[in-house]
């Protein structure tokens, strides 16, 4: 069975103080795992699709990296508009659905 | 392009009732997924439909139920609402097939009472 989990499960952060959250997952074929932000009271918002170890992608002050157990979420001195939850999915060869795993819910202080 | 849209997003029901939830996916989108998302076990999977077949299902009983249609548009629906129920119900579309991304709508909050 899919299997994500996400560390830590709170990170509150000064503005400008750079961190990572990490995403441990064990599937059975990996076809993709998925980056995804959540604001209170709204949909998960896309950010990254990494397919294959050694993959990494960026988007202003996030980062992306895959390894072949674990994905890593850089934030570059975050900004208190970055604070939001953010959900690592998977989806392997078992089908279509993505295995999310609980979040980790980041704050950023002015 | 217009994203996902759900409605209606917010409903309220009393134990026993039943509930149907409506998802437009992103145009040209074939594949449409729903979620339930609750505080203790966060997001999980319910259904998925492809060009009006389920395609796969998630662990939920048989109260919970969907379909598409064939401009996409797919509908879920809860009979015998329970108190359990109550949660963020999120519809995600993607082009249609695997390792395309799920682009999810702004979800319908149920609150069963």
């Known amino acids: 069975e899919d299997q994500v989990t996400q560390s830590p499960e709170a990170l509150r952060l000064q503005e400008g103080e750079s961190s990572s959250l990490n995403c441990s997952y064990t599937?059975?074929?990996?076809?993709?795992l998925f980056w995804y932000r959540q604001d209170p009271g709204k949909g998960p918002e896309f950010l990254f699709t990494?397919?294959?170890a050694g993959e990494e992608k960026e988007k202003e002050r996030l980062k992306a990296t895959l390894t072949k157990k674990e994905s890593f979420l850089h934030i570059t001195a975050p900004k208190p508009e970055d604070s939001a939850t953010y959900l690592c999915?998977?989806?392997?060869?078992?089908?279509?659905?993505?295995?999310f795993g609980k979040g980790t819910s980041l704050l950023v202080t002015p | 392009k217009a994203g996902v849209t759900q409605t209606p997003r917010y409903l309220i029901k009393t134990r026993g009732q039943q509930v149907t939830l409506s998802c437009s996916p992103i145009s040209g989108h074939r594949s449409v997924s729903w979620y339930q998302q609750t505080p203790g076990q966060g997001l999980q999977f319910l259904f998925e439909?492809?060009?009006?077949?389920?395609?796969n299902k998630g662990n939920f009983p048989g109260r919970f139920s969907g379909r598409q249609f064939s401009n996409s548009r797919s509908e879920m629906n809860v009979s015998t609402l329970e108190l359990g129920d109550s949660a963020l119900y999120l519809c995600?579309?993607?082009?249609?097939?695997?390792?395309?991304?799920?682009?999810f709508g702004p979800g319908t909050r149920l609150l069963v009472l």
């Open positions: 999915a998977v989806q392997g060869n078992s089908g279509y659905a993505l295995n």
């Open positions: 990494l397919y294959s």
């Open positions: 439909y492809f060009s009006e077949t389920q395609r």
């Open positions: 995600a579309s993607s082009l249609s097939d695997h390792q395309e991304t799920q682009y």
């Open positions: 599937v059975s074929g990996l076809r993709g």
